[in-house]
């Protein structure tokens, strides 16, 4: 069975979904949950299915005492799930090609460095954008920059807030990130 490590590092509502697609479908295991969040609800969602968590300092991040512990796992995927700190380089380059972010908009448009979550969505109403959406992409050194491997579009016309603007990106990203996931690990990798 394929393994995945998912870096979150709030209430890990992708998480979630992506641990439920898991035990529903089998075509990967969830073998860790890791976050620099000590509070993050995807904490207590990985612990409700007894999946092992890491917590990490950003000095243990940076060090390669992270890396250490993935190696350990040697996972086939890591996906970040809501992980909001840059990733650093050594993990990157001792898995080319098998790290891979979600993020709330349609890059190239409305990323960088302060560009997640909510901000995300706030900047999409300012400027008045009738679509948004989801990118999954692989991760490099640059913040939101690597190659693409999904894009979906959702109509915000009709949103007022972000929070409205952030229901809706999020559905997008609970469909299509696990089943991303199992194409990634079973077919390409
Ligand atoms: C998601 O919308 C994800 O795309 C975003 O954080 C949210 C986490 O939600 N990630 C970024 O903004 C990364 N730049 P979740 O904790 O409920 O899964």
């Not at 050594?90 to 090609?97: E, L, V």
């Not at 098998?98 to 709330?104: A, C, G, L, W, Y």
């Amino acid at each position: 069975m394929k393994k995945i490590i998912l870096f979150a590092s709030g209430s890990g509502s992708n998480a979630e979904k992506i641990m439920q697609y898991a035990d529903q479908e089998n075509s990967y295991i969830v073998t860790a949950v890791v976050t620099n969040n000590p509070n993050a609800g995807v904490l207590q969602k990985a612990k409700n299915r007894n999946i092992p968590t890491i917590i990490f300092t950003r000095e243990e991040l940076n060090n390669g005492s992270i890396l250490q512990k993935i190696d350990k796992i040697s996972p086939d995927l890591i996906v970040l799930a809501g992980f909001l700190w840059k990733f650093p380089s050594d993990i990157i380059a001792s898995y080319p090609q098998k790290v891979i972010n979600i993020h709330p908009a349609l890059l190239p448009n409305y990323g960088g460095k302060g560009m997640y979550g909510i901000h995300v969505h706030r900047a999409v109403l300012e400027n008045k954008e009738t679509i948004s959406g989801i990118t999954i992409h692989y991760v490099n050194d640059n913040y939101d920059e690597g190659n693409i491997i999904l894009q979906k579009t959702v109509n915000v016309q009709d949103c007022t807030t972000p929070e409205d603007v952030a229901s809706k990106v999020l559905s997008l990203e609970h469909e299509y990130l696990p089943k991303v996931i199992a194409r990634l690990v079973n077919e390409t990798i």
